[in-house]
């Protein structure tokens, strides 16, 4: 999302230069201190834990400052429910027939239809809000897909145990 999925949202294309980013760097970096077993000191460890505990919130408040104005017969927007349908059903429905038919391990293949079944990422406001696009859209699909899931995730597992 951070590399080539940010620069899809650019005019201009792909840039290495802007591919290597903050979030790039920072993940090449956990990938090295992982990869290592390379310990932080205490201080900075708990300062990446705190960074690291306060972006849901924060980006919670995006999500709430996109829905804030809104009236919510704005929530009954066609275009929404059918989005929200097609990503949170037909789509990991879809996705359990067709790993069905590959025979891979229960573990792996629940795992990933449980992925499929995950609401709207929530950077997706930021990145409407950072690249000039309808952040009230993404704000609206981010919360329709965040409450369906509570339903939709039970229903794509019972389904699946047929």
């Not at 897909?145 to 699946?160: R, Y």
Request: hydrophobic share 55%.
């Amino acid at each position: 999302m951070y590399g080539y999925g940010e620069s899809l949202f650019r005019k201009g294309g792909f840039s290495f230069k802007k591919f290597m980013n903050g979030p790039m760097i920072a993940s090449i970096v956990a990938l090295i201190l992982c990869i290592f077993n390379i310990k932080l000191p205490y201080v900075l460890a708990q300062t990446c834990t705190y960074i690291g505990n306060v972006t849901t919130p924060l980006s919670m408040m995006v999500i709430g400052a996109g829905l804030v104005n809104m009236d919510i017969k704005e929530l009954l927007d066609v275009k929404v429910w059918a989005f929200t349908i097609f990503k949170m059903i037909l789509l990991p429905l879809f996705y359990m027939f067709s790993l069905s038919l590959f025979h891979i391990d229960p573990l792996i293949e629940n795992t990933l239809i449980l992925i499929m079944c995950m609401p709207v990422a929530s950077n997706s406001s930021v990145y409407a809000l950072m690249y000039g696009e309808d952040a009230t859209l993404a704000s609206k699909a981010i919360f329709l897909t965040s409450v369906a899931c509570v339903v939709t995730i039970p229903i794509v597992f019972i389904l699946h145990t047929l």
